[in-house]
């Protein structure tokens, strides 16, 4: 059996990270995806409201399991057994950065293999920042998440508007 881990941060996950897990499950036989509590980026959702968000996307695909994790990822694929790290690539800058973090592991874990997976071309603007930011400011993402996430961020967002201190007048 092949297990392949997908890790990220999906904050939030949107339809570019499913159509890269749901394809990554037609390669292997087990595709763990591993939401990484601890980033050092800012963060919209909880680890416990990502991990609820990515299992509600994939729950119909049985081959895609959906677990938290911290520490170090290859840490992580090693401590599951996984053979094989799964990423996504949108754009050419996107390459640059997982390149290099596919070298730091092999050299950390030389059995573990990464695979990059090139987006469908309809998923190539979107990543999770963008996501959050038409969310924050009141657009429709509709097109880019499902459902249910839709309808969580426009709950956090209506949280944060209710929360925050109200615009002071300026000169």
């Known amino acids: 059996m092949v297990r392949a ?5 999906f904050d939030p996950i949107h339809l570019g990270h499913m159509d890269i897990a749901s394809r990554a499950s037609r390669l292997f ?17 909880s680890p416990e409201e990502r991990i609820t ?28 057994e996984a053979q094989v790290i799964v990423r996504g690539l949108r754009v050419f800058s996107d390459f640059e950065f997982e390149f290099r973090m596919a070298l ?16 469908a071309e ?26 249910h996430v839709e309808k969580a961020l426009k709950a956090k967002v209506f949280n944060m508007e209710e929360h925050s201190p109200p615009n002071a007048l300026r000169d």
């Not at 299992?55 to 694929?77: C, E």
């Not at 309809?122 to 097109?143: C, K, M, P, W, Y």
């Open 53 to 80: 968000l990515v299992q509600v996307a994939l729950r119909d695909n049985p081959k895609i399991k959906v677990t938290g994790y911290s520490g170090l990822t290859i840490d992580f694929a090693r401590q599951i």
């Open 122 to 147: 309809q998923h190539t603007f979107l990543s999770s920042s963008t996501v959050r930011e038409i969310a924050a400011l009141n657009g429709d993402v509709s097109s880019m998440v499902p459902p």
């Open 104 to 119: 730091a592991n092999q050299r950390l874990a030389k059995d573990i293999e990464t695979v990059a997976l090139i987006t």
């Open 5 to 9: 881990l997908f890790p990220g941060t």
């Open 29 to 45: 036989d087990e595709v763990v995806m591993a939401v990484y509590d601890k980033p050092l980026k800012s963060l919209m959702f």
